[in-house]
């Protein structure tokens, strides 16, 4: 499975960007996907995931984000978003999307959860 991250930019405080994670080589719809950041110097955390569609696409975010980011999936597209509203400085990274077929009990915060990985893009969040 190859993943594709794209969307991120720079952006002042308090604005909006929405980043894609397009998929081949496998069907997202039946996956589990996430969204994940790492600042330099810091240790790559956990944003957001969603589940497969036999797991109802339940959505689970890190408290950080929640309220303010939202992940959805276009099954017809093969691509996972993730809306990021009222983006704050620290929300500056690189995000990177990952996914797995695995189905692993659990939120499914850790990046060691997820198989695949896109290469990541640069958010930047001015203030």
């Known amino acids: 499975v190859q993943l594709q991250a794209s969307g991120g930019g720079s952006v002042q405080a308090g604005g909006s960007l929405r980043l894609s994670c397009a998929a081949s080589?496998?069907?997202?719809?039946?996956?589990?996907t996430g969204w994940f950041r790492q600042a330099p110097g810091k240790e790559r955390e956990f944003v957001a995931s969603?589940?497969?569609?036999?797991?109802?696409?339940?959505?689970h975010y890190a408290d950080s984000v929640k309220n303010r980011f939202i992940i959805s999936r276009d099954n017809a597209k093969n691509t996972v978003y993730l809306q990021m509203n009222s983006l704050k400085f620290e929300d500056t990274a690189v995000y990177y999307c990952?996914?797995?077929?695995?189905?692993?009990?659990?939120?499914?915060?850790?990046?060691?959860?997820?198989?695949?990985w896109g290469q990541g893009t640069q958010v930047t969040v001015s203030s």
């Open positions: 990952g996914t797995t077929e695995r189905h692993v009990a659990g939120l499914m915060i850790r990046a060691d959860d997820y198989a695949y």
């Open positions: 969603i589940r497969r569609s036999l797991s109802s696409s339940t959505t």
């Open positions: 080589g496998g069907t997202l719809s039946r996956m589990t």
